[in-house]
């Protein structure tokens, strides 16, 4: 099952013109750890990750962070066998 939070971190860094190696730099996270972030592979964040975030990039918890209602969903793969 995949978390019904999406994190919109690729969106926010394309309006702020903003590389994740400089991000990552601002917030004081190692660049792996915003990767897992990006590509929502988290289990959790820090309230402190999440406020360092939206200092660097001038934005509102709510720019980052998508609730999707729940909604369970799946990825189907087709195989041509």
Do not use: H, W
Not at 8 to 30: F, Q, W
Not at 50 to 59: D, I, K, V
């Amino acid at each position: 099952m995949v978390m019904g939070i999406t994190i919109n971190l690729d969106v926010c860094m394309a309006k702020r013109k903003m590389s994740a190696g400089e991000l990552a730099e601002r917030v004081g996270i190692t660049p792996a750890n915003l990767s897992i972030l990006k590509n929502n592979k988290a289990k959790a964040i820090r309230f402190s990750t999440l406020e360092a975030l939206c200092e660097a990039l001038g934005c509102q918890p709510g720019d980052i962070l998508e609730y999707d209602g729940g909604k369970m969903k799946m990825k189907v793969v087709i195989r041509n066998e």
